[in-house]
């Protein structure tokens, strides 16, 4: 007994006989789906370093960055992580939500892939990173007390440290102690270590480059002084 369609240009799936948009397999959806897993050599679970001592993330290449959960930045350091998605064409990423403290995060996915004769099937499924710890070189040599080659020692001597802690949350908003390999508070303020000079020259401009400065190179050191502002 034939079927007739009351809608026009429209066909039968091959398979189930579901009415359907004509395409190029004259296949459902549902059918494509059951006979090609396209996410299929993609990884579903992806071991994350992290570090104990910095928690800055580990990117596949082996360095090493800081980056805030749930940022586009560690989106896009995870998604450069799962085999075989390079396969794929990626569509959308977005968070999963998961228990704060599970040392997990979760990733949805979508992809497409051309499967046959033109026909492109979408699919969406979740990657799950689990974290591990692992401490970053830096971290392990300053736990090895590594000597260190240049040392930014800050100062301000006044009564008042107004401009001092105004100055300690310019740096932790720009992240500009993060070359660092040790820092030490000292009586009138702080004394930032690093293993290369150059570290040390650039938290110099930084700090020229928000606050009127009087500073001084010294053989391994730069001594900088706060001048008051407020």
């Known amino acids: ?16 006989a579901v009415v359907i948009e004509p395409n190029a397999v ?7 789906q059951e006979r090609y897993d396209i996410g ?28 805030d959960m749930e940022s586009k930045e560690l989106l896009a350091l995870l998604l450069k ?14 968070y999963v939500w998961t228990e704060p403290h599970s040392r997990r995060i979760k ?22 990173y689990v974290l591990g710890n692992k401490q970053c070189g830096t971290c392990q040599r300053r736990e090895a007390k590594d000597t260190w080659v ?11 440290k107004r401009t001092f802690f105004w100055i300690e949350q310019l740096i932790l908003k720009h992240r500009a102690h993060t070359d660092a390999i040790n820092i030490v508070e000292r009586r009138d303020g ?19 480059g928000v606050a009127p400065t009087r500073y001084k190179n010294g053989e391994g050191a730069v001594q900088v002084e706060l001048l008051p502002i407020c």
């Open 190 to 208: 702080l004394d930032f270590f690093y293993e290369a000079r150059s570290h040390a020259e650039k938290m110099t401009s930084f700090l020229q």
């Open 107 to 128: 990733l949805k996915l979508t992809v497409q892939q051309e499967v046959v004769a033109g026909a492109v099937l979408q699919q969406s499924f979740v990657v799950e």
């Open 1 to 16: 007994m034939a079927m007739i369609l009351d809608q026009p240009h429209k066909i039968l799936c091959c398979q189930c």
């Open 40 to 67: 299929a050599g993609v990884s579903k679970q992806v071991q994350q370093n992290t570090c104990r001592g910095c928690n800055r993330f580990e990117r596949r290449d082996g360095s090493w960055a800081e980056v």
């Open 150 to 160: 240049a040392v930014c020692q800050v100062r301000q001597k006044v009564e008042h």
């Open 81 to 94: 992580k799962p085999r075989g998605l390079t396969q794929v064409r990626l569509i959308d990423a977005s």
């Open 26 to 32: 004259n296949m459902c959806v549902n059918c494509l």
